[in-house]
């Protein structure tokens, strides 16, 4: 017998929607068909600064979600402990931004991640890094 220690991508999704941040700014939590999630994000009037682009902060906090998901992918309850992101060019109203995380530590205490915001083309808008203290299991084993 097999037992799944990971959760269903179902229940991620489930829990990305009970954050309510993820539904204030309108991010998509976007089912991948190795069985992850992506969130995306249209950039609307109300996601952007003073200078008629995107937020670094709506960035920022896509980043951070979309790598706390990653961590969660992986069965691991996370709290950020500290987050670094590099703009790299403005982002403009009606631009689909695509937050992609990967692990590059999964350890017992802590976890490292990097996220990339790219577009539908691919191309590179910001990049983040953070550091994760694990608190605990993401959903509970029976």
């Known amino acids: 017998m097999v037992i799944n220690l990971h959760p269903t991508q179902e229940q991620i999704i489930e829990f990305c929607h009970s954050n309510t941040i993820i539904d ?3 991010v998509d939590v976007v089912p991948m068909d190795d ?12 996601h ?3 200078c008629d682009i995107c937020h ?5 906090t896509m980043a951070d979600t979309a790598m706390g998901i990653v961590c969660n992918e992986r069965n691991k309850s996370v709290v950020t402990m500290n987050l670094t992101i590099t703009f790299i060019r403005p982002v403009n109203k009606l631009v689909k931004i695509t ?12 976890m490292v991640c990097e996220c990339d ?26």
């Open 56 to 60: 670094g902060g709506v960035l920022t």
């Open 24 to 26: 204030t700014l309108n």
């Open 117 to 142: 915001m790219v577009d539908e083309t691919n191309k590179l808008f910001a990049k983040a890094q953070a550091t994760f203290f694990v608190i605990g299991d993401f959903i509970k084993m029976e």
């Open 99 to 110: 937050a992609v995380p990967r692990i590059l530590h999964d350890g017992h205490k802590t």
């Open 35 to 46: 069985g992850s999630v992506h969130l995306e994000l249209l950039v609307e009037e109300k």
């Open 48 to 50: 952007t600064n003073f």
